[in-house]
């Protein structure tokens, strides 16, 4: 049986954490869409223009390499400063205009994604401003799957729900150990999931993910 290629992996990753976030937005009452959040408590609408920022990030690295384009200029800042500031300009803005160009960019990071060779999405050293000298799928399940995901959950444990976040980190790495991805990419997803559980002081589950990541990916020991 031959091997799931790496492009329909990404583009069925993408569009279920796509579904993830509609049922998320769905389930938020008028006042919970409209809050205006704080910096150590996002509201919705930030957490929003958090991830789609770094989605048009990446559509722009991506698009400028692919057409041998000179690359836009980097921020100096740490990622941190960088969302601090993207925090403070966008924080006010509706949430009908945040919604939309959420959107708009979600359509123009499949149609990017389904643009792309597999050759392009799995040979090492080809996008290294992205990916550095991993392949580039997992910039795209890593910058743009799981870390969306992440922040679905954040929302919930930021307000003490942690059922819903439990539930959504375990959802997305279910999908990951499901797929035809190789081992140390499963390693990642279940070491991140692990660093989860620690910190939401729940040791035993921390300790047991952390084992059967090691397993898959004995060189998560170098992050120790």
């Known amino acids: 049986m031959s091997a799931q290629p790496f492009k329909t992996i990404v583009l069925d990753l993408l569009r279920q954490g796509h579904l993830d976030e509609e049922a998320f937005l769905q389930r938020l009452t008028e006042v919970e869409r409209t809050a205006i959040g704080m910096p150590d408590l996002w509201s919705a609408k930030d957490h929003i223009v958090h991830w789609t920022f770094w989605r048009q990030d990446l559509i722009l690295k991506l698009t400028a390499i692919l057409q041998h384009q000179e690359l836009p200029p980097s921020e100096e800042s740490e990622d941190d400063q960088i969302n601090e500031r993207v925090f403070e300009e966008c924080k006010l803005h ?131």
């Open 94 to 224: 509706l949430w009908s205009a945040i919604h939309a160009q959420s959107e708009r960019v979600y359509a123009e990071l499949i149609t990017l994604a389904e643009q792309l060779s597999e050759e392009d999405l799995t040979i090492s050293n080809r996008f290294t401003a992205i990916s550095k000298q991993r392949p580039l799928y997992t910039a795209f399940l890593g910058s743009c799957y799981e870390h969306d995901q992440e922040h679905l959950a954040q929302y919930y444990s930021d307000r003490n729900i942690l059922p819903q976040a439990i539930e959504i980190r375990g959802r997305c790495v279910n999908r990951i150990m499901q797929a035809d991805v190789p081992a140390w990419v499963k390693g990642s997803f279940l070491y991140n999931l692990a660093s989860f559980y620690t910190e939401q002081n729940q040791q035993e589950q921390a300790t047991a993910l952390l084992q059967e990541a090691l397993l898959l990916d004995p060189r998560l020991k170098e992050r120790f």
